[in-house]
């Protein structure tokens, strides 16, 4: 059977397995797909062992960086992104290295949540690796404009001025920033320390503006919670996000896209327990 496998440290809480199991039962696929613990000093040496073998695999933190530099080939989203998310098995045996994270959240905004971005106003918190690879894909729907607010200036600027060919993106503190916007997409890990990035509040136009949190969890994430006190037109978590990047790898592999709302249903309830 082809074997598929998650790379991270740690993984045991991948819901990857889930997510893919799911797919290759409704889409009728032969394969299996497992997490892998990868040693923090030697992502190589596991990933070349895996290849003997395996056809794809998924990797996650902190190894996203590593698997751009072991892949012998890349995407050019990969590219832009500088980091790589899916590797597959090409048949000379050669590994093809992509990112899908960034096409995973702009499907759940534009298909699950049938919000356009095209024209709209969008700020992004944060400026560290899952940003990098949202970039190109939010600049290819054709945006008014794009914000990126991140606590370190300087890694916004950055990353402003690398992406800056492809369409309107400039970069901000926090605490400047005080008129509307469409859509803010927090992309800071703020949450796993029960944070919200200082913004104002005045952000957010009650009754239209999206806020979408990359982070999940059992309970709302602060910035949703955040979001719903200061009444955003609508408020999404980072699960569907989750689901699409990976669907999109699954396609990536196997040339079926599977339906991701059934697979949500099923991982949002195993998230409540
Ligand atoms: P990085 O470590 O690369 O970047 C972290 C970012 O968060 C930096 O911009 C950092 O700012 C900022 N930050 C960290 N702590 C705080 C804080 N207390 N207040 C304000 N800003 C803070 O992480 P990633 O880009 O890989 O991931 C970002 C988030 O997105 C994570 O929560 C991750 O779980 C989530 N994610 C979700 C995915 C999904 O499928 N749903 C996929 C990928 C990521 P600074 O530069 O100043 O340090």
Redesign the pocket.
């Known amino acids: 059977m082809d074997r598929y496998v998650v790379f991270g440290n740690p993984i045991a809480h991948s819901k990857s397995p889930v997510l893919h199991s799911l797919f290759a039962e409704q889409t009728g696929q032969a394969m299996q797909y497992d997490t892998l613990l990868a040693p923090l000093d030697d992502f190589t040496g596991c990933a070349t062992a895996f290849f003997t073998q395996g056809r794809g695999a998924n990797v996650?933190?902190p190894f996203?960086e590593q698997a751009y530099r072991f892949a012998h080939q890349l995407s050019a989203r990969a590219l832009r992104a500088g980091?790589v998310?899916t590797l597959s098995k090409l048949a000379d045996g050669r590994v093809l290295g992509d990112n899908t994270?960034g096409a995973?959240?702009v499907r759940d905004l534009t298909v699950n949540a049938g919000f356009s971005l095209k024209g709209k106003r969008i700020l992004i918190?944060?400026?560290?690796?899952?940003?990098?690879?949202a970039l190109e894909p939010i600049l290819a729907q054709g945006p008014a404009s794009v914000t990126i607010a991140?606590?370190?200036?300087e890694?916004?600027e950055q990353l402003a001025e690398l992406f800056s060919d492809l369409g309107p993106v400039a970069a901000s503190g926090?605490d400047w920033l005080r008129e509307p916007v469409d859509l803010i997409i927090?992309?800071?890990?703020?949450?796993?320390?029960g944070?919200?990035?200082?913004i104002a509040s005045s952000l957010i136009e009650p009754g239209n503006t999206l806020c979408y949190?990359?982070?999940?969890g059992k309970e709302p994430t602060p910035f949703c919670a955040w979001a719903t006190e200061h009444r955003a037109g609508q408020v999404m978590?980072?699960?569907?996000?989750?689901?699409?990047?990976?669907a999109e790898a699954f396609y990536l592999w196997r040339g079926v896209r599977p339906d991701t709302a059934p697979a949500l249903v099923q991982l949002r309830r195993l998230l409540a327990l």
């Open positions: 996650t933190v996203k980091a998310n994270d995973g959240l918190l944060g400026a560290g690796g899952a940003v990098r690879g991140n606590r370190t200036v890694k916004a926090f927090n992309a800071t890990s703020a949450s796993l320390a944070e919200v990035p200082p949190d990359m982070m999940y978590d980072g699960l569907g996000m989750l689901a699409e990047q990976a």
